[in-house]
């Protein structure tokens, strides 16, 4: 028996975790007790890594289909393939004629991060897609914005704050996001401890509202005017509090001229939680010695996620609470990727797609355009994708559509361990080594960290013969591309390497005490605390005048479009809004062949109201069919006084019975899409995030 040491790179939390191997089988995993960032904690997705690593559906080879059926192939022929059919579609049609879509995996490998554009950018291609669109890209742009950097995301101090405001995010199922956060559980339970208090805003009393000291249900959509009332209380009350960035804002004035126009009386029509409620919320977040507020996936993937999260930032602001201890910090990782010196700060409007006319966000258009691209003829049109640990038929809005326009394309090559409901369109699978079979560093949750820390990942397990790393397949692809296209390639070296000088040449590397290097990584398998973290504003601005910029020009158009809309009779009231939720036991659409993890009862459920159920005739069970604009689907019922009236929720990831994957286990667990009825049309019409939540819908029996 061996004892292997690692973190679990699954999730955003990267928790340390313990594993013991016998003969080349894991035989446990449990939670590493002596890592300082997690101590101990695991969630039920550590567990099943062992799954993962031995799953028998899991693509050991290349395939290629041929007649209609899969046949395993040798390295070398694969990557001929794959890149003679990629460079023949441009040669036809143009380098726009190849999309890319990379899925959020992508950043819990690290070879892919290191080595990813070394391969993609030899494609040239504008139409560039990812996860991003459906999840935080709202929260990436606002930081380009305002403090010069898509990474640089002031992150709640959770370990040293009084008032917790938390809207739209759920991290005792999520583990935290965008704020890596193990163990929370245990940092509410010291923050209340302390005295201080969790306040959750959440259309659904959550796992994390079970625990909060105050809930309170809004309506779907509604955070940006909820956050626009409580700075207009805060300071029409002269509770504003200025701080050591008070000299270092630009636009603040401007941006509070319009945010305040929207009183609490008004909010309460848009959001559903009462007048005297939002001044109450607004005057003890003001009050207290140390607040912090901080929104998710709910106050990201809405209409209005743009302007929520630029509220966030200017209420941390105006009450003096960012850059604060116990406020919202920005972290200083080891590896620092904001700093180094091919960083990319961010970008927006360089560039417009080709049929909607939407402006480029961060380098990618929203991927609720990807299906469009691909079925509107003419120049530019995509009719060839490649696409890397991303299942976007499940994942993004009206996924039925855009499992149509992959059927439809020229040629298609998918990076990935699965034949799953995307992947099965590919003529090409390449699939990478196992979880356990390649090493890991955290390049960028270390960013969103609640302390400074890191921590090396040996492989756990030999990588079998003839298996390619992730870095390994892109300097390959890359190599092929390049011969065959005559353009050069990068120079290239492996990550262990990249990592080793970003270590040394980083904030604590041989300039520092600490003298970080790969060396000291591996001589501390459990990790190295850095500490906790520290105010670093106005010297880590990157904005050109190193001062935050309170209103950006984009964002102001968007705010003043948003008044008039308040001051304009509502439209006529869906019969519901439909809002996703997540569990501890699932991450997006890639955790459901796990038996142990969907096992037990039926989670893929339409959770509704009692008074809803009564209204409907509906009953814990029975099925119940939701229709939006773009489809229906069918899927049992669970009544929980949890849900707000007039609101619907139901889990993302799930819709596995479709013909073609080869998922023993998630399909004979299916559930329903909830991506069937979400609509490519209801963005964030600022950033083109997917609005996944706050979608109008119908339900019948």
């Known amino acids: 028996m061996t004892t292997h040491y690692r973190a679990c790179h699954l999730c955003e939390a990267i928790c340390g975790v313990k594993i013991e191997v016998s003969d080349g089988q894991v035989m446990s995993i449990k939670g590493d007790e002596q890592d300082p960032f997690s101590r101990g904690h695991i969630c039920p997705k550590a567990v099943a890594l062992k799954d993962l690593q031995e799953d028998p559906d899991r693509l050991r080879k290349p395939v290629i289909k041929r007649q209609g059926k899969w046949v395993k192939i040798e390295w070398d022929e694969a990557i001929s393939e794959a890149c003679k059919g990629l460079l023949a579609v441009q040669e036809r049609h143009g380098a726009n004629a190849v999309g890319v879509y990379q899925g959020n995996p992508n950043v819990h490998n690290w070879g892919l991060m290191t080595h990813g554009a070394n391969f993609l950018g030899l494609l040239k291609t504008r139409n560039r897609f990812s996860a991003t669109s459906v999840d935080q890209l709202p929260a990436q742009l606002m930081a380009y914005w305002m403090y010069g950097h898509q990474l640089l995301i002031p992150i709640p101090d959770i370990d040293h704050t009084d008032y917790f405001l938390m809207l739209g995010a759920n991290p005792l199922a999520s583990n935290g996001s965008l704020m890596t956060v193990p163990d929370v559980a245990h940092r509410i339970k010291a923050l209340q401890a302390r005295g201080g208090q969790l306040v959750v805003i959440d259309p659904r009393r959550t796992e994390t509202a079970e625990v909060a000291d105050v809930h309170h249900a ?72 140390r607040a912090v507020a901080y929104g998710r996936m709910g106050a990201c993937t809405q209409r209005h996620g743009s302007l929520a999260q630029w509220a966030i930032q200017v209420l941390n602001l105006i009450t003096g609470n960012t850059d604060a201890a116990g406020g919202a910090l920005v972290t200083q990782p080891a590896v620092d990727l904001i700093a180094a010196p091919n960083s990319k700060p961010g970008s927006y409007a360089r ?27 003419g120049e530019g049109q995509i009719r060839a994708m490649v696409t890397i640990a991303g299942n976007p038929v499940l ?84 190599a092929c591309f390049a011969e065959l296209s005559g353009k050069p390639v990068r120079p290239s070296m492996p990550p262990q390497m990249i990592l080793d000088m970003g270590l040394q040449m980083g904030p604590y590397g041989m300039a520092s005490p600490h003298k970080l290097s790969l060396a000291v990584l591996q001589q501390n398998p459990h990790g190295i605390d850095l500490g906790a973290l520290k105010p670093s504003f106005p010297s880590r601005l990157f904005t050109q005048d190193k001062k935050i910029q309170a209103a950006p020009e984009p964002v102001m158009q968007a705010a003043r479009q948003f008044l008039t809309q308040l001051t304009q009779p509502a439209p006529p009231q869906a019969d519901f809004l439909l809002i996703g939720r997540r569990h501890v036991r699932s991450n997006n659409s890639w955790m459901h062949n796990s038996e142990r993890l969907v096992k037990g009862r039926d989670r893929c459920t339409a959770l509704i109201n009692p008074q809803d159920a009564s209204r409907l005739g509906l009953a814990d069970h029975d099925s119940v069919r939701i229709t939006s604009r773009v ?60 609005a996944l939540n706050g979608v109008p819908v119908s339900l019948s029996r």
């Open 218 to 289: 809004i309506l779907p959509g509604g955070d940006a005017a909820f956050l626009f009332a409580m700075i207009h209380t805060i300071v029409s009350e002269g509770l504003m509090r200025s701080s050591h960035l008070t000299e270092h804002v630009h636009g603040l004035e401007e941006a509070l001229k319009v945010i305040t126009q929207v009183t609490p009386a008004m909010a309460q029509v848009q959001c559903g939680i009462p007048a005297d409620t939002i001044a109450r919320i607004a005057r003890q977040f003001a009050l207290a010695p």
């Open 351 to 377: 560039w417009h797609s080709r049929v909607s006319n939407r402006p480029e966000a961060l380098g990618e258009f929203p991927c609720s355009l990807m299906a469009e691209e691909m079925l509107t003829p």
């Open 631 to 690: 489809g229906e689907i069918s899927l049992p019922v669970e009544v929980s006084e949890a849900i707000r009236p007039g609101v619907v929720s139901v889990p993302h990831g799930w819709g596995h019975a479709r013909e073609g994957n080869r998922l023993r286990v998630a399909q004979a667990h299916p559930g329903a899409s909830c991506n069937d009825l979400t609509d490519e049309q209801w963005l964030d019409e600022l950033s083109g995030n997917a």
């Open 395 to 478: 994942s993004t809005p009206n996924g039925a559509q855009l499992d149509r326009a992959l059927a439809g394309l020229d040629f298609m090559v998918a990076i990935d361990l699965y034949i799953n409901e995307t992947t099965r369109h590919a003529n090409l699978i390449l699939p990478t080594s196992g979880p356990l079979e390649h090493d890991h560093y955290d390049l960028i949750f270390n960013i969103f960290g609640v302390r400074n820390q890191a921590k090396y990942s040996p492989a756990t397990l030999p990588k079998p013969e003839g298996v390619l790393d992730d870095w390994e397949l892109m300097d390959k692809l890359a």
